[in-house]
T-cell receptor, first 111, second 113 residues
Framework: QKEVEQNSGPLSVPEGAIASLNCTYS??????FFWYRQYSGKSPELIMS????GDKEDGRFTAQLNKASQYVSLLIRDSQPSDSATYLC???????????FGGGTRLMVKP | EAGVTQFPSHSVIEKGQTVTLRCDPI?????LYWYRRVMGKEIKFLLH????????ESGMPNNRFLAERTGGTYSTLKVQPAELEDSGVYFC???????????FGSGTQLSVL
């Protein structure tokens, strides 16, 4: 079993819809979780971090964390074609120095 | 504020040759990390510097890889001799503190032929 798992996609949604990206992780003691967006050939860019159970909202993005289920998700409201990218889920180790990444989900937002 | 810069952006070498990748972190960031993504796999941690000290080398694949950060500023990652399986994208990242947002560079695409 991979440490951080994501559906590779592609996930295709129409413009204006909600995109829902999911991630599960295996280390039950993990405390810090991150979502990165990566455009093709570019660097991963942090868009959300979440540390506590529940929802965290930032603009059109909402991260959701459920530690009991070892599940993290990212919702993108009012999806735009410019949101088309690969979204990487990452979990920080307890030392705070190492991210474990999932394989990423490719999101395609169609006009 | 300048971001994390990496050089070169692309490198094509033959098996057995040596390649050195360079990373300039964001000014003031004591923590510097190397990650890599090989074809079809996840981005994987290689190592972590705090200033000039290696804090964690647990991700380094073997002794053909040598990372340095003399003076605690820029870092280099040397692969000697390069093997076919070393091909991939090598990312550098930096952060001011531990457990904080990591800023990534755009990576070096290494192709070993």
């Amino acid at each position: 079993q991979k440490e951080v798992e994501q559906n590779s996609g592609p996930l295709s949604v129409p413009e204006g819809a909600i995109a829902s990206l999911n991630c599960t992780y295996s280390d039950r003691v993990s405390q810090s979780f991150f979502w990165y967006r990566q455009y093709s050939g570019k660097s991963p860019e942090l868009i959300m971090s979440i540390y506590s159970n529940g929802d965290k909202e930032d603009g059109r993005f909402t991260a959701q964390l459920n530690k009991a289920s070892q599940y993290v998700s990212l919702l993108i409201r009012d999806s735009q074609p410019s949101d088309s990218a690969t979204y990487l889920c990452a979990v920080m180790n307890n030392a705070g120095n190492m991210l474990t990444f999932g394989g990423g989900t490719r999101l395609m937002v169609k006009p | 504020e300048a971001g994390v810069t990496q050089f070169p952006s692309h490198s094509v070498i033959e098996k057995g040759q040596t390649v050195t990748l360079r990373c300039d972190p964001i000014s003031g960031h004591d923590n510097l990390y190397w990650y890599r993504r090989v074809m079809g796999k996840e981005i994987k941690f290689l190592l972590h510097f705090v200033k000039e000290s290696k804090q964690d080398e647990s991700g380094m694949p073997n002794n053909r890889f040598l990372a340095e950060r003399t003076g605690g500023t820029y870092s280099t990652l040397k692969v000697q001799p390069a093997e076919l399986e070393d091909s991939g994208v090598y990312f550098c990242a930096s952060s001011r503190e531990l457990n904080e947002k990591l800023f990534f560079g755009s990576g070096t695409q290494l192709s070993v032929l």
